[in-house]
């Protein structure tokens, strides 16, 4: 599966954005979806994942309450809203496909090229 991640831009504290990942692969549906992000000099972090059945979330702690993931399968995308943003969730976001539910990067396959997200004070 290919992946494109689009949607990032420079937003203030407080403002909203919404990242998109698009997938060429007929077989979205079957993939466990993620969302990660890495700032210079960090590991790459989970932020959110999406099992196969809609409401099957999970998410990191910085941004429960404030992200929700979620996926159109017809359209073959996923979603990223980004509410409350706050000046550390300034970071590059992947998204990124496996067949079994996981959260630790090493444990995706697959991966969209990355979206800035900059987020000023």
């Known amino acids: 599966v290919q992946l494109q991640a689009s949607g990032g831009g420079l937003v203030q504290a407080g403002g909203s954005l919404r990242l998109s990942c698009s997938s060429s692969?007929?077989?979205?549906?079957?993939?466990?979806m993620g969302w990660f992000r890495q700032t210079p000099g960090k590991e790459r972090e989970f932020v959110a994942r999406h099992g196969l059945s809609a409401g099957s979330t999970y998410y990191a702690d910085s941004v429960k309450g404030r992200f929700t993931i979620s996926r159109d399968n017809p359209k073959n995308t996923l979603y990223l809203q980004m509410n409350s943003l706050k000046p550390e969730d300034t970071a590059v976001y992947y998204c990124a496909a496996a067949l079994f539910p996981r959260s630790e990067p090493t444990q995706y396959p697959y991966w969209g090229q990355g979206t800035l997200v900059t987020v000023s004070s």
């Open positions: 692969g007929r077989t979205f549906a079957s993939y466990y």
